[in-house]
Every structure is written in structure tokens, then in C-alpha cells.
């Protein structure tokens, strides 16, 4: 499986962004799908999950009720809907697909996408 993210961008605090996570190569329906995020310095940090349905997804208490996943297995893309951005989302965004669920550890990823850069600040 192939993860291709995009999306991210320069955003004011306050302000909105979707990400996508475009999968190819294998099927994609069949993995949970998480998304995780590294500041420079910092470790990958857990952002959220969603199961291969769709009908089930966790979050990071830092994100929670802020940043929402969605996925289209039709067209095998997952979404990450950010919203009331803060300068401490600062980070390049990682989508990752893995056959367990619940997982919050990124060693138990198998695939990964390059990364796609968001930037929080005025």
C-alpha cells in the first residue's frame, strides 16, 4: 500500500484545513487508518484513528473535538479535517494504515505516507 498525503499549507490561528491521505496499491478498505503528526524536536505524536469502516475513530485529547477523520473506500482517501487551528499544530501530518485497532503506537503502522507540512501562525 502506497500513502500519499497533501493539503498542508500556512494557516492563521483560528483557521481551517483538510488534509488527504490518497491510498494506492493494495487494499486500502481493509486497514484502520491513523494519522500522526512531528514538530521539529519533538517525537511523532498519536493524532487519531478510524477503523477500516469507518464506523469507530479515536482521538488525541489534544485534538479532540477539533480535528475529525473521514474516509471515502471508494475512492481509498482518508481526510483529516482540522479546525480552530492552534500554533502549537505546528507539524508535518503522517497518514498510516494498520491492521489493529485500537492503536495509538506508530510502530504498529505498517505503511506510511511522506508527510505534508502544516504551519499554524499569523
Known amino acids: 500500500v502506497q500513502l500519499v498525503e497533501s493539503g498542508g499549507d500556512l494557516v492563521q490561528p483560528g483557521g481551517s484545513l483538510r488534509l488527504s491521505c490518497a491510498a494506492s496499491?493494495?487494499?486500502?478498505?481493509?486497514?484502520?487508518t491513523g494519522w500522526f503528526r512531528q514538530a521539529p524536536g519533538k517525537e511523532r505524536e498519536f493524532v487519531g484513528q478510524?477503523?477500516?469502516?469507518?464506523?469507530?475513530?479515536y482521538y488525541a485529547d489534544s485534538v479532540s473535538g477539533r480535528f475529525t477523520i473521514s474516509r471515502d473506500n471508494a475512492e481509498n482517501t482518508v481526510f483529516l479535517q482540522m479546525n480552530s487551528l492552534k500554533p502549537e499544530d505546528t507539524a508535518v501530518y503522517y497518514c498510516?494504515?494498520?491492521?489493529?485497532?485500537?492503536?495509538?503506537?506508530?510502530?504498529?503502522?505498517?505503511?506510511w505516507g511522506q508527510g505534508t507540512q502544516v504551519t499554524v501562525s499569523s
Open positions: 498510516a494504515a494498520t491492521m489493529i485497532f485500537p492503536s495509538r503506537s506508530w510502530s504498529q503502522y505498517d505503511y
Open positions: 496499491g493494495g487494499t486500502f478498505s481493509l486497514y484502520a
Open positions: 478510524m477503523t477500516y469502516t469507518g464506523g469507530r475513530s
